[in-house]
């Protein structure tokens, strides 16, 4: 660009950039008062994990936010971080871990280009636009120095668009590829017009599945915004507390997240509570984007058959369709998921390793795993729960 110089700098809070700059880079679309499509790299989102203590001292997640400023001007951001850890990423690298010390190596602390527990997808080199070029240069070399003067391992982009995989590819670093499961809108008018476009089989079962759910005893309410109520942020605190607990041994979220979450963000959240003689017995928690439902946080107190589908894929399904939203994302992993509806898609992520050596052997085995990723869904597409002429469309 005309020999200008582009500026890199690294904070440790979002105060120093603030609201306004991030959001310019991270949510531009929200400029006219509408929802950002990703709600995980709003400044509020980000703030409130960081506020929330969820990452900082004591958490394996370091902030390390990076800017790049061009005239004076904010063009580009990106949530970095300094791990200690490869906990609350989604994208397993420990076999990678494990490999390096055992060459001799220190393998932590690594740099994470992410959005903290949250395996959804969403741009990673967040630029403000007209310097798209620029800035997502500027952005993923500035990260590379840091990991460079630092000598950190490695530095991982998860999550990122295949945009961006395709931007990182050319610069070279290395590209992964994993799978999740999504829901997507074929303009259906409702639940029963989704269901019409399956299999005899599959509309049998899932009738049969929201059958023994909604015989749990109670009623079942979707609430955002100031319907959700403080016995309800209550209930979804320890349904997230007992999965947590149960998942990964300690919940990555604090209590206080969630009050922040309930304070500033509450018109971002979609909760899902069955409730029985009034009280919450299981709940689902998703936040909204400008075109898709996000699938986050699941957990109960009862359990009852088929609860857990009603409440994480048909109620979601459900709400969807009435907001004339194009896509459900039901989060990580889950094959069980195809039989309800939702299909297989590509994630991708960006890596770099600081060893040229190691850097060589984990290409070589990205280009096997992409070809697997690839494969299986090809094959999981075409197993999936639509009719024969559905599933040729999605093809």
Avoid at 47 to 73: F, N, R, T
Avoid at 171 to 190: E, K, S
Avoid at 217 to 237: F, K, R, S
């Amino acid at each position: 660009m005309d020999g200008r110089q582009v500026e890199i700098q690294r904070h440790h809070s979002l105060d120093a950039i603030g609201a306004e700059n991030w959001d310019a880079c991270a949510c531009p679309e929200t400029f006219d008062g509408g929802r950002a499509f990703d709600p995980f790299t709003t400044y509020r989102f980000l703030k409130a994990i960081e506020d929330s203590g969820s990452v900082g001292q004591g958490s394996g997640w370091q902030p390390q936010y990076l800017s790049a400023h061009l005239d004076g001007q904010v063009i580009a951001v990106a949530p970095l971080y300094a791990k200690s850890h490869s906990q609350g990423e989604y994208v397993f690298d420990h076999n990678w871990a494990h490999a390096y010390e055992q060459a001799g190596g220190r393998y932590y602390p690594k740099l994470q280009i992410a959005v903290p527990f949250t395996p959804v997808t969403g741009r990673r080199m967040l630029v403000r636009p007209g310097f798209e070029s620029i800035g997502q240069n500027a952005i993923t070399q500035g990260a590379i120095q840091i990991g460079t003067q630092n000598e950190v391992s490695s530095l991982h982009l998860t999550f990122c668009t295949e945009d961006e995989a395709e931007v990182g590819r050319n610069m070279g670093l290395l590209h992964r590829t994993g799978q999740q499961f999504h829901w997507v809108n074929d303009a259906y008018t409702d639940f029963d017009d989704f269901l019409a476009s399956l299999s005899a089989r599959k509309r049998k079962n899932i009738r049969k599945e929201r059958a023994q759910a909604q015989a749990f005893g109670g009623e079942i309410v979707c609430l955002t915004g100031a319907d959700i109520l403080p016995l309800h942020w209550d209930a979804m605190w320890r349904f997230y507390q007992d999965t947590g607990a149960r998942k990964w041994g300690t919940p990555y979220l604090s209590r206080t997240f969630f009050d922040i979450v309930r304070d500033g963000l509450s018109e971002d959240v979609m909760l899902i509570i069955a409730l029985r003689d009034g009280a919450p017995v299981a709940g689902a928690m998703n936040m909204i984007g400008r075109d898709a439902l996000f699938g986050r946080y699941w957990g109960c107190v009862e359990n009852h058959p088929c609860l857990h589908f009603e409440l994480c894929y048909y109620q979601a399904i459900e709400w969807a369709i009435a907001e004339n939203l194009c896509r459900v994302e039901a989060g990580a992993q889950g094959e069980h998921k195809l039989a309800r509806g939702y299909l297989p898609v590509a994630t991708h992520s960006l890596h770099w390793m600081r060893d040229a050596g190691f850097s060589d052997a984990v290409d070589r085995y990205l280009v096997a795993e992409r070809e697997a990723v690839a494969d299986e869904i090809e094959v999981l597409t075409d197993w999936g729960p639509f009719r024969k002429d559905k599933r040729e469309d999605h093809q």
